[in-house]
T-cell receptor, first 114, second 109 residues
């Protein structure tokens, strides 16, 4: 079974802090994704990566950066956390190829910025 | 850029009834997928329908796709209290999936 794990289920940070959210997958997937989920807005893509050290902006990259130094790990960084970044953050991975359609999600990190 | 939009936003039914959720999208797709999310958890893949398919079944799930209308529907038959969750459609046009805002389904026992 594919497993995607996220470093924390709940996180509380102060405004201005640098925040790291870690995601690890164990299926050797090339593609990894970070989403944020807010009520009524569904999932919005922040960044994704299709290979080590490669990254692409999603729909809402402002205020975020990412790092992918190893294939299994994809980190989301909030350089200076703000209250409007309070949200549920979901990581996902996906393989490449004709049989690799579905995304596998981690359990999510609920981040509160005070 | 939100591609899929689900309808209704929320649905409340009795156990044993059928639940139907609809999804509309805007551009051409390779396939369309449905996911389920239990409260406060990650999403789980339910079913995929390719752009050249019109209907697909998996257990109590039935998905239809109408590419001319750019719409899909998810039918859950004989619903159970355990089906209570949020359901999302996602359109696939490459590496990324684009998710809609979801339908919240509540099944009352």
């Amino acid at each position: 079974d594919v497993k995607v794990t996220q470093s924390s289920r709940y996180l509380v940070k102060r405004t201005g802090e640098k925040v790291f959210l870690e995601c690890v997958q164990d299926m050797d997937h090339e593609n990894m994704f970070w989403y944020r989920q807010d009520p009524g807005l569904g999932l919005r893509l922040i960044y994704f990566s299709y290979d080590v050290k490669m990254k692409e902006k999603g729909d809402i990259p402002e205020g975020y950066s990412v790092s992918r130094e190893k294939k299994e790990r994809f980190s989301l960084i909030l350089e200076s956390a703000s209250t409007n970044q309070t949200s549920m953050y979901l990581c996902a991975s996906r393989g490449t190829g004709l049989s690799s359609y579905e995304q596998y999600f981690g359990p999510g990190t609920r981040l509160t910025v005070t | 850029s939100q591609q899929g939009e689900e309808d209704p936003q929320a649905l409340s039914i009795q156990e044993g009834e059928n639940a139907t959720m609809n999804c509309s999208y805007k551009t051409s797709i390779n396939n369309l997928q449905w996911y389920r999310q239990n409260s406060g958890r990650g999403l789980v893949h339910l079913i995929l329908i390719r752009s050249n398919e019109r209907e697909k079944h998996s257990g109590r799930l039935r998905v239809t796709l109408d590419t001319s209308k750019k719409s899909s529907s998810l039918l859950i038959t004989a619903s159970r209290a355990a089906d209570t969750a949020s359901y999302f459609c996602a359109t696939d046009a490459g590496i990324k999936l684009v998710f809609g805002a979801g339908t919240i389904l509540r099944v009352k026992s």
